[in-house]
Structures are given as C-alpha cells and as structure tokens.
C-alpha cells in the first residue's frame, strides 16, 4: 500500500464549479500534512498547510482528520489559473508525495 | 521564484552512463534535499544533506550518492544509469531541519536515459 493515496482523477470542471480533492495516508506517526501545487513541468510549490482545526486561505479550504488519517482539499469558485496537479504531501523530513489528482478548468 | 537553482535543464545520457546534477540553495538555507520524479508519479524522496552530511536516505540503490559542499550546494551523482533513472530530479532547500522548516524546490533537471 502507497503511503499517500490520492483522488485518481483527473477532474475535469467548468469555471465557478466547487472541486474537492481526498487523500489518505498511511502512517500514523505523520505529523505535518500539505498540499501542493505543480504546474505542467514545472517544480511543486506549497499551496498551504493542513492542520487538525482545519485551515483556509481565499477558495482554498483544507480539512484533516487524524482518525480516518484523511486528508483533503476543496477549492470554491474554481478559476481557469487553477488548473494543475495538486499533490498530497506528509512529513517532512522527508516530504512524502502523493501520486497527485490533475485539475483541468474549462471556460 | 524561490532562489533554488539546478542545473543542467535537461540531459540526455546513455545507458550505463554517470551523471552529476548540480543545485543551489536558497541563501541562509543549510539543508538541501533530492527527489526523483517519474512521469506521473509524485516525487521519490533520495537522501538529504545538512551541513554537509547525509541525514536521511530514502529506499535508492548506492549507485545514487551525493554531496554538500561548505557553501550548502549540493550535487547527485547517479553511476550505471538505467532506462527507469529518466525522470525530473527536484532539489529542495530550507533553513533547517524539521517540521518548522518549509523546503523550496528549484525547477528540476530533466534526465532522458536512452
């Protein structure tokens, strides 16, 4: 079993459409969650954060939930710059990716 | 941008072949770590490097080695490359090591092993 597990998409969803993205992960002495964002060819860049009280950041909401070890990502008002590859991510040293959920808005 | 480095872009090599990849990190950072990303997979943790000595290895064969040097760049060598070495090899920096420490990838060096 894949330590991170994501969504394995891709998603396809019209401009304004509301998206989520689930991850689990399998190892339960994980204690820093991410999701990040990586553009077609390019190097992956931290999105944001995840913590247990969940967090916010403009349309970007990520939930955690220790229990289910259960991750996700829901992206409100989805804009056409949004789309890319969104990467699951655990730990820290090292960073444990995910196999990533691609996102395709379209006009 | 980030201020992480790597260079070459891209690099074709053949079987059998010895590779060096270079990175520089961020200024401050003293910690640098190496991923190896195959077309549709998210990226594999290599090994990483603080104050010049490895602190971490991930499940790679010895034919992947590394080094840092006192200015905190970093490089990976890979000996005996193999068609399944092609990948996007990502470095990131970060001023530390831990949980408190966001890590700051460079743009990556494309291989293609033939």
């Known amino acids: 079993r894949k330590e991170v597990e994501q969504d394995p998409g891709p998603f396809n969803v019209p401009e304004g459409a509301t998206v989520a993205f689930n991850c689990t992960y399998s190892?339960?002495?994980?204690?820093?969650f991410f999701w990040y964002r990586q553009d077609c060819r390019k190097e992956p860049k931290l999105l944001m954060s995840v913590y247990s009280s969940g967090n916010e950041d403009g349309r970007f909401t990520a939930q955690l939930n220790r229990a289910s070890q259960y991750i996700s990502l829901l992206i409100r008002d989805s804009k056409l710059s949004d789309s890319a590859t969104y990467l699951c991510v655990t730990g820290n040293t090292p960073l444990v990716f995910g196999k990533g959920t691609r996102l395709s808005v379209i006009a | 941008e980030t201020g992480v480095t790597q260079s070459p872009t891209h690099l074709i090599k053949t079987r059998g072949q010895q590779v060096t990849l270079r990175c520089s990190s961020q200024s401050g950072h003293n910690t640098v770590s190496w991923y190896q990303q195959a077309l549709g997979q998210g990226p594999q943790f290599i090994f990483q490097y603080y104050r010049e000595e490895e602190n971490g290895r991930g499940n790679f064969p010895p034919r992947f080695s590394g080094l840092q040097f006192p200015n905190y760049s970093s490089e990976l060598n890979v000996n005996a490359l193999e068609l399944d070495d092609s990948a996007l090899y990502l470095c990131?920096?970060?001023?530390?090591?831990?949980?408190?420490?966001?890590?700051?990838f460079g743009p990556g060096t494309r291989l293609t092993v033939t």
């Open positions: 190892n339960s002495a994980s204690q820093s």
């Open positions: 990131a920096s970060s001023p530390g090591v831990g949980v408190t420490y966001e890590q700051y």
